[in-house]
């Protein structure tokens, strides 16, 4: 009896460490990806998005059936000069490089405006990359910023998938961030003005969702709208990249115009081209 309770207390304690690391990371691992995976392949909602407001902790995440072999998503998605390419593509990203120091790899982000704006006047989002985990049937990935702009801290983007056995990848990837006092200040003060309209994905009720929650939501929508547009655009001839998924990210944000749209086409089209002439490496 002693042996089973102990067996049971351990068993319990492994669980619960497990369910403590995989909210610390936000990756579920390769064994619950794929039941995900295979059950929403399997349904008619490729995609879904869902976010949490923990205190002042907040996250976005999405999960979504990507009409790309995982052959390609996962070698693109364990390489950090990806993500550079990735968060360029967010309408608030003025240039990002990937840069290397003693303790490994940096992905350098400068966010700011909606609109044309000088590097040097945004504010940084230095993301520390950590190693990927790269197999044949799994890749994971994060990066954190100890502090991001606004006067949030602990900002982690990250992102998992696993290959399907219909030839296509399932992904799960992430944004999640920390406000400080400052932050939660300014938080009040956009949503009391410019941002008092905006709203998320999520339906509570007749409405959908606005507040902080919404801003992640908003944010990491766009994030993942920028990983399938950078995975689409692999297909291509390289020199026909980099304006294909410009153009696909747009387009794609145009679907959720309610929530996403700020800029017409032209005028984001014009500001990325100037921005991606900013060296990225």
């Not at 993500?83 to 003025?94: G, P, Q, Y």
């Not at 100890?146 to 992102?159: F, R, V």
């Not at 950078?230 to 679907?255: G, I, N």
């Amino acid at each position: 009896m002693k042996k089973q309770i102990a067996f049971l207390l351990a068993a319990f304690l492994v669980g619960l460490f497990a369910t403590a690391q995989a909210h610390a990371t936000g990756a579920l691992g390769a064994t619950a990806l794929r039941t995900q995976g295979t059950t929403q392949a399997a349904g008619t909602v490729p995609m879904t998005l869902q976010s949490h407001e923990n205190g002042r902790r907040i996250d976005g995440e999405v999960f979504a059936v990507l009409d790309v072999p995982f052959t390609t998503a996962g070698p693109a998605l364990a390489e950090p000069s990806s993500w550079c390419e990735i968060v360029l593509l967010h309408l608030n990203t003025k240039s990002c490089r990937r840069i290397s120091d003693s303790q490994g790899t940096v992905i350098e982000a400068r966010v700011g405006k909606k609109e044309p704006q000088p590097p040097e006047d945004a504010s940084l989002l230095s993301f520390r990359w950590k190693p990927a985990t790269k197999r044949a049937d799994y890749v994971s990935v994060q990066m954190m910023a100890d502090t991001g702009p606004y006067d949030t801290h602990d900002c982690l983007l990250y992102a998992e998938a696993v290959p399907l056995e219909d030839g296509r990848t399932f992904l799960h990837m992430g944004y999640a961030f920390s406000a400080g006092d400052m932050g939660v200040i300014a938080s009040k003060l956009y949503l009391a003005t410019v941002g008092r309209n905006k709203i998320g994905f999520t339906r509570e009720g007749d409405k959908y969702i606005g507040g902080t929650r919404a801003i992640a939501e908003r944010n990491t929508m766009r994030y993942y709208l920028g990983v399938d547009a950078y995975l689409a655009s692999l297909s291509l001839p390289p020199q026909q990249q980099a304006e294909a998924r410009m153009t696909r990210w747009f387009d794609s944000t145009e679907k959720y115009a309610r929530q996403l749209h700020e800029i017409d086409r032209d005028a984001y089209l014009a500001m990325k081209r100037e921005e991606l002439k900013r060296p990225q490496r």
